[in-house]
């Protein structure tokens, strides 16, 4: 019986001392004149880097009720983040090339 103790109370404070899972930061490159995914699977707390390895300048932006963004015009070699604060689907396109857009699937 005191085995066992000692064996949850170690697994408690294990645990407690790992804490909850890091966000991670999801990266998706715009090369050619698309996204690097079609559709990124995320989770909520995640950030998403949207890295222009393209020769143009890319605009991306989202009209989701779940994350409206614009991040503007940014040029080759430059990148830009969104964090992801709430569990949906963020449609994403470029303002500048109509025709590039994504989708992310964002989870609890």
């Known amino acids: 019986m ?3 103790i ?23 490159s715009q090369k050619d004149g698309a996204f690097s995914v079609g559709t990124l699977q995320a989770k909520s707390g995640d950030e998403v ?3 222009n390895e393209d020769k143009v300048f890319h605009n991306v932006f989202s ?3 779940i994350l409206p963004f614009d991040l503007g015009a940014y040029g080759p070699g430059q990148a830009k983040k969104v964090k ?3 569990p949906g ?4 396109e470029c303002a500048i090339h ?5 989708v992310i699937d964002v989870s609890r």
């Open 63 to 65: 009209l989701s009720k």
């Open 6 to 28: 000692v064996i949850t109370l170690a697994t408690a404070a294990f645990i407690a001392i790992a804490g909850p899972a890091a966000a991670a930061d999801h990266v998706v």
């Open 2 to 4: 005191r085995k066992f």
């Open 89 to 92: 689907k963020i449609q994403v």
């Open 98 to 102: 109509p025709s590039m857009t994504m």
């Open 84 to 86: 992801l604060d709430q």
């Open 49 to 51: 880097t949207f890295k």
